[in-house]
């Protein structure tokens, strides 16, 4: 009975044996590859195959047949065995497709099949562009805006786009995303304002960089250029516009437009190249050489740019074979802007005057209109003179002077006239300076309401928030008409009440408005220069040079004019 039990174990073990031998294993039991269209096939996987310790012969089949895009390295062999799965799915659509590698061992029932995945992914979509460069041509200063196309081959690709090296050029939109069918279009704007002209092109680049599309789609650029041609100058005024005869050399203001570094000047029809200076795109300065000025006539003087540019219009400057007002301007400011009935002035001039300088001197009340037998008319009107000179006259305007342009007439202590123009209108308000300059720190007094005493404005002696500041200035034009006559009026110092202008000046001081006070003559002083007493408001800048203005019938004082906070 032992026996049989023995025999019967045995026997069951063996036949377990031989079931175990019918199984075969494939590590891993299934396959999955990725691969997205037009990139590197997928990397070959490998799958163990084992029985036990069997070494039965085994052959491979690909099920279905026709799934030609999997293949194995071998068809056959013995087993224990490796083998290598590859698919090629070149030519698939995009989408996931399955087979399955067969695998049958001889003495095994049944064979095994791994089964195979591979997913196949359309490829990255392309940021395509319209255009690959783009130029620009100035003049005109803004030429019309130049666009570029975004397409894609795909999908919806993100962008950024921004400019670089080219402060000249903008653009919009600065980034987006560009849809299948619906692209995006950039609009380029380039501005030559500011730029120099010059035979080479500005150049600058738009950088596209682009998200979800192959690395070397990523980043793309735009080369954009602007040619900026000069084009023809012109001429709009000269200071000064003449000149006498022997008078030596004399730099000249040409005033106009497009003048640039590459800019010159010259006399119609003379060799002699004139030293030119630009001083900005609206005004020149050149130096007529003696050679030029002296014999009387006309010189007719032209601005020329390069190609395209070319030559202006000429402008006539005057060699005179008499004295000439060269210049009429605001006594305080010394700007050549329209001046106003009342305001002081200065003619400038070659030998206009006396050799030796004078002040002015009162007669009954009034400014003289002669210093050293010389006179000024100006619109026919006898002026006061306030300061005579060889070569400069100041002046009172007289207030009966019609708006609009004037002859400026001086006869000279040798009978000789000097002529000159001068504009005129109703106000032209020009702050005096401290230094007699007509820009930076104003003539001005501090006047500190704790102390009750006035002092120089200025660093040493500033003024401080709701204390007054005095200011000075002339070209604030005909305001006192109940005087008369008021032409040199010198008014006297116990007048009471003291005329003041109607409506009062507006004032900024540290750019916030300030309260005018007082705005009329001083006593004692002539009718045509104002005294301003400004409250110095709690909201201005401080520091030593505090900007100040003044607005007179919708005209402002000079610009850089300051005085002293703290």
Known sequence: M??????????FALAGLSFAQTTLTATPASLSFTWQQGTTLP???????????????FVTAIVPSSDLWLTVSL??????????????????????????????????????????????????????????SVSFTAPPSSPAPQSVTLSTTGGPISFTAAVQGASWLTLTPASGIVLPG???????????????PQSAPYSGKVVLTATGVPSANKTQNIPVTLLVNAVTPTITNLWPSAMLAGSGALAVTIFGTEFYSATTAKVTGSSTALKTVVISNTALQVLLPATLTATAGALNLVVTNPAPGGDSTPAVFTVSATPVVQAVVDAASYSNNPVSPGEIVALFGN??????PMGMAIANGFVTQTLENVSVTIDGQACPLVFVSQNQINVAVPYAATIGTARAVVVNNKGTQAVGQ????????????????????????TFSMTTGLYSLNGSASPVHANDLIILYLTGEGDY?????????????????????????????????????????PMGGGMLGVLQMNVVVPSGSTTGNS????????????????TIAVK
């Open 422 to 445: 001068v504009d005129i209108q109703a106000t032209s308000p020009g702050l005096f300076s401290a230094d007699g300059s007509g820009t930076g720190q104003a003539a001005a007094l």
């Open 75 to 132: 068809n056959g062999g013995n087993l224990p065995a490796s083998i290598s799965v590859t698919v090629n799915p070149t030519g698939l659509a995009a989408g996931q497709y399955t087979a399955s590698v067969q695998l049958t061992a001889a003495g095994f029932a049944a064979p095994i099949l791994i089964p195979v995945t591979v997913d196949v992914e359309p490829p990255l979509p392309n940021l395509i562009l319209g255009s690959t």
């Open 546 to 561: 505090t900007p100040v203005s003044v607005t007179i019938g919708g005209v402002s004082t000079q610009a850089g004019m």
């Open 351 to 356: 030998g206009i005057g006396p050799a030796t």
């Open 182 to 196: 619906v692209p995006v279009t950039l609009t380029l704007t380039a501005s030559s304002k500011g730029l120099i």
């Open 43 to 57: 990397a070959a996987q490998t799958v163990s195959i084992k029985s036990g310790s069997s070494t039965a012969a």
């Open 2 to 11: 032992i026996r049989f039990l023995r025999c019967f174990v045995l026997s």
């Open 480 to 520: 006192a008409t109940s005087i008369n006559p008021r032409t040199g009026y010198i008014v006297p110092a116990n007048t009471n009440p003291l005329p003041q202008v109607n409506p009062l000046p507006t004032v900024t001081i540290g750019g916030q408005p300030a309260t005018v006070q007082y705005a009329g």
